[in-house]
């Protein structure tokens, strides 16, 4: 039997290749069977949106791949704040391996709060700490 033709170009799928994604499940894992951990389902949507990401520069006005996008940025950022709230530990390490940039905006502000318990040990007062944090973040 022939496969029909695809209508309107329809045919490509904006998939992840088998291979790309068993590599992908195998580096986030948690233990040999696991394959939907938070963990791995942000690393798979991570590679999926850098793939759409690709492809819309290319094609500028495909909307409905722009709208497929969003949903995955969408939902990746609920499974962060998923994580985040049950596993830090498990966040960050996820966060650094990607190198997304809530990774480097939650190091910054640890730091800050570092430096203000710093600060406060040694005396200072609570408006001048809020100078000083101001002054530091421009």
Do not use: C, W
Request: hydrophobic share 35%; charged share 45%.
């Amino acid at each position: 039997m022939i496969a029909p033709e695809p209508l309107l170009g329809l045919g490509k799928t904006q998939m992840l290749d088998k291979k790309i994604k068993e590599k992908i499940i195998k580096k986030f894992q948690d233990h040999a069977n696991d394959t939907g951990s938070p963990q791995v389902q942000i690393a798979i949507l991570s590679e999926e949106i850098k793939q759409l990401t690709k492809h819309l520069q290319e094609h500028r006005k495909d909307f409905s791949s722009r709208r497929g996008l969003l949903k995955k940025v969408s939902e990746r950022r609920k499974l962060l704040k998923y994580l985040q709230k049950e596993n830090e530990k498990a966040f960050m390490d996820v966060a650094e391996k990607l190198k997304l940039k809530i990774a480097k905006k939650m190091e910054d502000d640890k730091e800050r709060e570092d430096e203000l318990a710093k600060l406060a040990q040694e005396g200072h007062d609570e408006d001048v700490l809020n100078e000083e944090m101001a002054e530091k973040a421009e």
